[in-house]
């Protein structure tokens, strides 16, 4: 008996007027599993994450969420987006504990998960500063922690690094792979830099451009950590570069 995908886009459609974006596309992903979803600039991996999400609906098809049609009121998922997100009049501990709250989650939880959280992200020490006090990237690692603390069955980041340096981005996929283990979420991680993807996913899924299909699922067996001088690295990049290079 096969299990059930936590995720299953069913023959998804998308047309906005005469455009038509998405494609008949059609892929699972297992409850737990890493994926980026890669592609040209353009080609339409934002759009399939609003679908998902409910903020568009599809022109035909279908997104299941554990057998049923996806619905962010009936689901635990959380979304990152590429601009930090923060609310700028709370501080870093009231961020983290917002959507908890909102959730009516029990108070000695909230805080429980909130220590956890700050303590994991390195922001215990900063936790009474206000957003606008601290660095880009450490506003990104409270949008990050604060998604992580639902302990969400589905999070979706949508290029969140896309403003940093290679530097800050390396340091916070590290932060994002530690959370996504600890707390066994499912990872949809949009993006359309290869080196990103191969250095974060269990699988990539390859768009191409509009109207998009999926070209290719690609697996990623490359143990964690990940170098990326590494051979075998190297060349799953260069085999991922090369499908989105050649049309």
């Known amino acids: 008996m096969t299990e059930q995908p936590k995720v299953s886009a069913q023959h998804l459609t998308k047309k906005f ?3 038509l974006v998405l494609d008949d596309v059609s892929f699972d992903i297992k409850k737990g599993e890493f994926i980026c979803i890669v592609g040209p600039t353009g080609c339409g991996k934002t759009t399939f994450l609003n679908l998902l999400v409910k903020l568009i609906e599809p022109t035909s098809g279908q997104i299941l969420i554990d057998g049923v049609p996806a619905d962010p009121r009936r689901h635990n998922m959380s979304f ?3 601009e930090p997100s923060t609310f700028p009049w709370l501080t870093v501990e009231e961020n983290i ?3 908890m709250k909102i959730k009516k989650i029990g108070k000695q939880e909230v805080q429980k998960r909130t220590e956890h959280i700050l303590e994991m992200i390195g ?5 009474d500063a206000y957003p606008g006090q601290l660095s880009v990237s450490a506003e990104q ?3 990050i922690g604060r998604s992580f603390a639902m302990y969400p069955d589905l999070l979706l980041m949508d290029e969140p690094y896309g403003q940093m340096d290679i530097k800050l981005r390396y ?3 590290d932060e994002v792979l530690k959370l996504w283990r600890e707390t066994e979420s499912t990872v949809i991680f949009i993006t359309h830099n290869i080196e990103e993807a191969v250095y974060l996913s269990q699988r990539c899924l390859i768009m191409t451009t509009k109207p998009t299909t999926i070209k290719a699922s690609i697996e990623n067996p490359l143990p964690y950590p990940r170098n990326v001088s590494d051979p075998e690295f190297v060349k799953l990049r260069e085999q991922i570069t090369d499908m989105i290079k050649w049309w």
Request: hydrophobic residues 40%; without cysteine.
């Open 123 to 127: 922001l215990s020490e900063q936790r």
């Open 17 to 19: 007027g005469d455009l």
């Open 97 to 99: 504990k917002f959507n």
């Open 141 to 143: 690692r409270i949008v």
């Open 171 to 173: 340091y916070l996929e």
């Open 80 to 82: 990152v987006f590429q």
